[in-house]
């Protein structure tokens, strides 16, 4: 079972977080990357990675929100496109420095990882991932977006709250109207981004 330790921030990320507290620059998220490598347990030896040990899949980011001081990032992992199984051992955040380009902003491990098997398997893995990370002066915070993630259960609840739809929830059986009209909402959706349906 996934027992992550929490984001350490790398000396890159140290150096962005300097300039974002200094007002040079904002926050800009790219990725979140997984990786099978693990580097040793001291933190100092973490924080100079550059990229993960061994990465395995990017993943985009599907939202990005900032409550108070709080930013709450959120993602889809799957296995789609896994050639070989691997264990989850390492995450790595990725960010945009106005002087260095795309760095890698903060790094976590996993000290009991899950194994992610790879596509064709008896398992078919979508897991949605939320991370948080608390900063005492967040500033400007945004996201490189992707509106392809899988669509899940909350999207649409958020959704039909959004739009108004009216739902036959006492008949258990969704309209076909209602759906269209849902799934317009999405403005690149395609049929094969329903997670749970």
Request: proline share 2%; hydrophobic share 35%.
């Amino acid at each position: 079972m996934a027992n992550w330790q929490g984001f350490t921030l790398t000396e890159k990320g140290l150096q962005l977080q300097a300039k974002i507290n200094a007002g040079l620059a904002t926050l800009h998220f790219t990725k979140i990357s997984i990786g099978s490598g693990s580097s040793s347990s001291s933190s100092s030896s973490s924080s100079s990675l550059t990229d993960l040990v061994k990465r395995e899949k990017d993943l985009t980011i599907a939202s990005c929100t900032v409550d108070g001081s709080i930013v709450k990032l959120v993602s889809t992992l799957t296995n789609t496109g896994i050639t070989k199984p691997f264990k989850e051992r390492e995450l790595g955040l990725f960010a945009t420095d106005l002087d260095d380009g795309e760095i890698m902003f903060a790094y976590m491990t996993d000290t009991d990882p899950d194994t992610m098997p790879a596509e064709g398997s008896a398992t078919v893995v979508s897991k949605r991932m939320t991370l948080n990370l608390a900063f005492s002066n967040t500033g400007n915070v945004s996201a490189v977006l992707d509106s392809g993630q899988l669509v899940t259960f909350a999207d649409i609840k958020t959704a039909t709250n959004d739009l108004k739809l009216k739902d036959n929830s006492d008949s258990k059986i969704a309209s076909t109207s209602w759906v269209r009209g849902l799934l317009n909402h999405w403005k690149s959706f395609k049929v094969s981004q329903v997670s749970d349906f």
